[in-house]
T-cell receptor, first 115, second 113 residues
Framework: GAGVSQSPRYKVAKRGQDVALRCDPISGHVSLFWYQQALGQGPEFLTYFQNEAQLDKSGLPSDRFFAERPEGSVSTLKIQRTQQEDSAVYLC?????????????FGPGTRLTVL | GNSVTQMEGPVTLSEEAFLTINCTYTATGYPSLFWYVQYPGEGLQLLLKATKADDKGSNKGFEATYRKETTSFHLEKGSVQVSDSAVYFCALSRVGSQGNLIFGKGTKLSVKP
């Protein structure tokens, strides 16, 4: 496809369940970012990959959050033992390289609701 | 630390009105500055950007000028259309990072015919 895709688009989980969110970046894009967007707020940075290397995970809110990009393309964000405060839209973005002015292309997001 | 503050919405305007959405930032060094837009039911899209002081970004009739002296990047459009109704986010890419963006809270714009 031409853009960043994410799946599922919507996920409802019971508190304590594990979830996995998938991101397919634009083909050839080196950089991949995950953001968390709470209702009525701007997106907040979670983690960054350059190819398969996770270079920055400073935004992950707890050790229940884990991200991987094993082959440098598709990425998965996993949340273990979900809590209600994890409810948010999770956005994935990719860019061609890591220069500061480089445009990030965003996917449609996965809306996670934890009951 | 690095942060972005933008005017709170919602903002409601009539078609052809002038639009200003204020954005100020706090950052060390000279970040790149961006405006992203989220139309109803769609993902975030880059609207315009500026990478150094006094640069003006422009797209689709929108403009914003990187003002180092006032640490601002206000978004303007001379004549808004109903199709401009969306949520607008100001963001910066901080110096020394890998390019991750720091966003403001967003401003919802509604344009009435």
């Amino acid at each position: 496809g031409a853009g960043v895709s994410q799946s599922p688009r919507y996920k409802v989980a019971k508190r304590g369940q594990d979830v996995a969110l998938r991101c397919d970046p634009i083909s050839g894009h080196v950089s991949l970012f995950w953001y968390q967007q709470a209702l009525g707020q701007g997106p907040e940075f979670l983690t960054y990959f350059q190819n398969e290397a996770q270079l920055d995970k400073s935004g992950l809110p707890s050790d229940r959050f884990f991200a991987e990009r094993p082959e440098g393309s598709v990425s998965t964000l996993k949340i273990q033992r979900t809590q209600q405060e994890d409810s948010a839209v999770y956005l994935c973005a990719s860019s061609l390289d890591r220069s500061l002015g480089d445009e990030q292309f965003f996917g449609p997001g996965t809306r996670l609701t934890v009951l | 630390g690095n942060s972005v503050t933008q005017m709170e919405g919602p903002v409601t305007l009539s078609e052809e009105a002038f639009l200003t959405i204020n954005c100020t930032y706090t950052a060390t060094g000279y970040p790149s500055l961006f405006w992203y837009v989220q139309y109803p039911g769609e993902g975030l899209q880059l609207l315009l950007k500026a990478t150094k002081a006094d640069d003006k970004g422009s797209n689709k009739g929108f403009e914003a000028t990187y003002r180092k002296e006032t640490t601002s990047f206000h978004l303007e459009k001379g004549s808004v259309q109903v199709s401009d109704s969306a949520v607008y986010f100001c963001a910066l890419s901080r110096v020394g990072s890998q390019g991750n963006l720091i966003f403001g809270k967003g401003t919802k714009l509604s344009v009435k015919p």
